[in-house]
C-alpha cells in the first residue's frame, strides 16, 4: 500500500490499553498463523479506534486471555514517528501517524479467507471503522516487505527526536523579531539540532549570511 500524507498529534499520555503498541525486539514480524491487515478508519479516529478494539477484544476473551476461546487478534498498531517542532521559542514533541486513516490488525482468518464472523461484528461496530483493504469480507494480507516496514514504523525511536523544520532551502521569509525585523531573505541553510536558518539578505547591497532562531521567520508569502 503506498503511504499517505502524516497526521500531526501532540503526544498523548499513554493508556494502559496502549500496551500492545511495543513490539517486543523477540516478537516476530507475523505471529504463526495470522496474518496483518490494513483496516480504514475515519480521518483522526485512529487512536480512539485501536483503544476501542483492543478493549472490546480482550472482554470478549479473543486476545489469548480466556483459555476457552481461540486467540483470533494479536496486536493492533497505528505507526508514529515523534518530531521536536520550535514554535514561539519554545519546544514542543509532536506525534505524527506515518498512515493517517489506517489501523494495522493482526488477525487470524477463516480457513476459506474470511474474517471470523465475531471478530466482523466486532470491527464493524465500532465507531469511525470504515473496511478493510481487499474484497468484502476477505481481506487482503500484507506482504512481509510491508509488515517490516510497518512494524520498523511503529517502534519507539532510541534517540530524542530532531527538530523539524518547516522551511528549507531556497524559500523566500521574512524576519519577524530581533536586529534584522521586517527583512526579506533566503533560506540557504537550516540547523535543526541548534533550531536555528541561516538567511541570507541584503545589507548595504551585499548578500549576507545571518543565522536566526527558528521562530524568528515566517515565509514572506504569508504576510
Known sequence: MSEQTP?????????QTDLQD?????????????????LRVASNKEDSVRRTLLRKIKIEGYDGSDETKPMLVNRILVPTEKEKVIKAGKHKIVE?????????VEMKLEDDGRIPQDIFFLI???TGVGDFIGTAGRPSAMTLPEVEKMINAAKPPEEQPEVKMEFQKGDHVKIT??????????????????????VIVMIFGRATPVELEYWLITRADEE
Request: aromatic share 10%; charged share 30%.
Open 22 to 38: 511495543v513490539t517486543p525486539e523477540e516478537e516476530p514480524l507475523v505471529t504463526e498463523g495470522m496474518d496483518w491487515f490494513v
Open 96 to 104: 505524527t501517524k506515518l498512515y493517517p486513516g489506517y489501523v494495522f
Open 177 to 198: 523579531g530581533g536586529p534584522f525585523e521586517n527583512m526579506e531573505g533566503t533560506v540557504d541553510l537550516t540547523l535543526p539540532d541548534q533550531g536555528k536558518v541561516r
Open 7 to 15: 497526521a500531526e498529534t501532540e503526544t498523548p499520555q499513554t493508556d
Open 124 to 126: 464493524k461496530e465500532t
